[in-house]
């Protein structure tokens, strides 16, 4: 297990489609985000979850938005009727503020990313 | 008003110089700041975090100014592989989540 792992790569989906995202973050990280990021913008925070307690969500995860963490292991991310508007790399990131070292404990590791077109 | 503002760039800067990026935050209880590389299609990866002090990491030097809300990143002797977008990320107290910037892009050219 060396990194973040995001499920699909690529997703491309008829609007009105649901489609859901799987993160499987380190294994001994305890903390979980999601993130979006659209095209010149930097990423933008969805939502975290410490182990299987979602704590945040941002107002950006509108109701179409569901995101889950049963095990407190992987994550989904599900989009439901989807919209044009929702086309954009999903990130996944985790980290754990108990880890070893400054660094481990306040950055964070990203996946490759989810990239959603919406057609 | 952006809570974290850069200057989108680009910066274009030839092989072996020096290049400075500056970023302003507009919370005054953002307490951790960070700087992230994010090559092309590809995620961001953490290049270091920024202390109070400054601290150095190689060529790259971040330093950061609470009075005046800004932080800045210096890349000396600037190589071909520097070439990347650069984030600007700031936490706040009491919040768990990271607030990115537009990012910085930056191409060395040979």
């Known amino acids: 297990d060396t990194g973040v792992s995001q499920n699909p790569r690529h997703k491309i989906t008829k609007r009105g489609q649901n489609v859901t995202f799987r993160c499987d973050p380190i294994?001994?990280?305890?903390?979980l985000y999601w993130y979006r990021q659209t095209l010149g913008q930097g990423p933008e925070f969805l939502t975290y979850?410490?182990?299987?307690?979602?704590?945040?969500k941002s107002r950006l995860l509108s109701d179409r938005f569901s995101a889950e963490r049963p095990k407190g292991s992987f994550s989904t991310l599900e989009i439901q009727r989807t919209e044009q508007g929702d086309s954009a790399m999903y990130l996944c990131?985790?980290?754990?503020?108990?880890?070893?070292?400054?660094?481990?404990?306040?950055?964070?590791?990203f996946g490759s990313g989810t990239r959603l077109t919406v057609v | 008003r952006k809570e974290v503002e850069q200057d989108p760039g680009p910066f274009n800067v030839p092989e072996g110089a020096t290049v400075a990026f500056n970023c302003t935050y507009s919370?005054?209880?953002?307490?951790?700041f960070f700087w992230y590389r994010q090559d092309c299609r590809k995620e961001p990866k953490l290049l270091m975090s920024v202390y109070s002090s400054g601290n150095e990491d190689g060529r790259f030097t971040a330093q950061l100014n609470r009075a005046s809300q800004y932080i800045s990143l210096l890349i000396r002797d600037s190589k071909l592989s520097d070439s990347a977008t650069y984030l600007c990320?700031?936490?706040?107290?009491?919040?768990?989540?990271?607030?990115f910037g537009t990012g910085t892009r930056l191409t060395i050219i040979p």
């Open positions: 294994s001994e990280h305890n903390r």
């Open positions: 979850f410490q182990n299987e307690a979602q704590l945040e």
């Open positions: 919370n005054s209880a953002s307490q951790s």
């Open positions: 990320v700031v936490k706040n107290f009491g919040n768990e989540k990271l607030t």
């Open positions: 990131a985790s980290n754990n503020p108990l880890g070893q070292g400054i660094r481990e404990n306040y950055g964070y590791t």
